[in-house]
């Protein structure tokens, strides 16, 4: 994979960030802790509004640190003719990096799901205490293990320049090793070569949607990159997520203390019915 050279290694890119924002920082008084925050042209116009919609409150959340925003509807209907039901917004959390003192923000990640199936999988964890169950690895397990469910994890690229091709070597040092074990690195090798081919800025919104038949499919604002169909693959990408060692904690806590919250609505809207 001719993309995946030196030059677009992460600390390659974190290094040049550094050295531009030392330059446009210079005679500046800052911390020596720098991250930059994500904010899309239509968010800039509705941060200059003093007071917000509520409707716009109603369809849309945000990732604490960056406020990124996350539809709580997802519809890909019109992308993927599979994904025929909309998916609704359980969380979102950050994967960054710290170098030379610094912490740079990579990109957020939010995972979607179908409520009701999700509570026919996880329902027995309702009585669990709220916040704790990104450390109950029972959970985990059953999340990562899952079929039969759509899931959806939205990234948004909140660090300027970074390549796509740098995403994929990251995604080669946990998932590769993985996928040639089990015997699967032709659909890991796939899907990551059709991911390289993206076209990276900040506030890309990229896709990676795994089917409740094993199919992944990754879409890069609204284009279908590469698709194939691997259980192993659907499992690999959530153990790197909500795994023993994944590779945001935030990310994890996020997506396993909003899917609880998710559980509770539907076990709460069973009870009414």
Same mark, same amino acid.
């Given at each position: ?8 290694s992460?600390?390659?890119a ?7 924002t030392s330059?446009s920082?210079?005679?500046?008084k ?17 941060r ?17 640190k @960056?406020?990124a ?6 519809d ?8 025929g039901t ?11 990096e ?10 957020t ?5 179908e ?6 999988? $996880? ?6 205490e ?6 109950n ?12 469910v ?11 320049? $970074? ?7 990251q995604?080669?040092?946990?998932l590769l ?8 690195e032709?659909?890991?090798r796939f ?5 390289g ?10 896709l990676? @949607?795994?089917g ?7 879409i890069?604002?609204g284009?279908v990159?590469?698709?194939v169909?691997?259980q192993?693959?659907c ?33 709460k ?5």
């Amino acid at each position: 994979m001719s993309f995946l050279k030196k030059k677009y290694s992460l600390t390659t890119a974190l290094a040049e960030k550094l050295r531009l924002t030392s330059l446009s920082s210079s005679g500046s008084k800052k911390g020596s802790v720098y991250a930059e925050e994500y904010v899309s042209d239509e968010e800039a116009s509705a941060r200059d509004s003093l007071s917000p919609s509520a409707d716009e409150d109603a369809k849309f959340k945000r990732e604490a640190k @960056t406020k990124a925003r996350y539809p709580v509807e997802l519809d890909l209907s019109e992308v993927d003719g599979r994904l025929g039901t909309p998916l609704s917004f359980v969380g979102a959390g950050l994967r960054s990096e710290t170098f030379m003192t610094v912490e740079f923000w990579i990109y957020t990640i939010g995972l979607y799901v179908e409520p009701s199936k999700t509570f026919s999988a $996880l329902g027995k964890y309702a009585g669990c205490e709220a916040g704790t169950l990104h450390g109950n690895r029972d959970f985990c397990e059953d999340l990562i293990a899952m079929k039969d469910v759509t899931r959806v994890l939205r990234f948004v690229i909140t660090l300027p320049g $970074l390549k796509a091709g740098i995403v994929v070597s990251q995604f080669d040092k946990v998932l590769l090793p993985k996928m040639k074990k089990k015997g699967k690195e032709d659909n890991y090798r796939f899907i990551m070569e059709n991911m390289g081919k993206a076209k990276f800025k900040k506030g890309t919104k990229m896709l990676l @949607t795994l089917g409740g038949d094993g199919t992944v499919t990754c879409i890069c604002d609204g284009e279908v990159l590469g698709s194939v169909t691997c259980q192993t693959l659907c499992r690999s990408i959530m153990e790197i997520y909500v795994g023993d060692s994944p590779v945001s904690e935030d990310i994890k806590e996020k997506i396993c203390n909003g899917l609880h919250a998710t559980v509770l609505q539907e076990e709460k809207k069973g009870e009414e019915e």
